[in-house]
């Protein structure tokens, strides 16, 4: 009886399947980061070409990289700010990774699209400064949206749905 139990425990542990269901977590790896010399909260931000991933610039068209400045993530941060008020996201409790990718438009714009997900939902999320986080399901713990930096505004702020 004890070895029959042992065995299905050990066959409950190992085997996926009777895992309870998370979130589904895709990385893809990437070495071309740009943030020398720029002043921000590693621990919160990672900042990505539009040439880190091959997905990334087949998402923005008729795209061009840019390399961020200070002054660009003085008005991110407060484009950002705005943008989680406005969308009702608890700003007092910000626990928000980051990856940010700048790009100028067809129109000459500067954006940086920011993909945002909670801090602690998942240890396997250590990776998300060499990798751009890609979630299924998640809820609010997992968002992102364009920044306009040239306007000073935003746009396609999307928050992933609940599974």
């Not at 990385?27 to 880190?52: C, M, P, V, Y």
């Not at 969308?87 to 945002?116: E, L, M, S």
Request: net charge neutral.
């Amino acid at each position: 009886m004890t070895r029959l139990f042992i065995l299905g425990l050990a066959y409950i542990i190992v085997n996926p399947a009777c895992r309870p269901r998370t979130s589904q977590i895709h990385f893809k790896r990437s070495d071309t980061l740009q943030s020398e010399g720029l002043n921000f909260d590693t621990s919160k931000i990672a900042i990505f070409n539009l040439s880190a991933e091959e997905w990334l610039s087949k998402r923005f068209d008729d795209t061009k990289p840019f390399n961020l400045t200070d002054a660009d993530l003085k008005t991110i941060d407060a484009v950002f700010i705005k943008c989680l008020i406005e969308n009702n996201i608890d700003t007092g409790h910000f626990h928000y990774k980051r990856q940010y990718v700048p790009f100028i438009d067809k129109a000459g714009h500067k954006k940086v699209w920011i993909n945002c997900f909670c801090s602690d939902f998942n240890d396997d999320i250590a990776y998300w400064r060499k990798s751009i986080v890609l979630v299924s399901d998640g809820g609010s713990c997992f968002f992102n949206v364009i920044i306009d930096i040239m306007d000073n505004s935003f746009s396609n702020f999307s928050v992933n749905a609940v599974a």
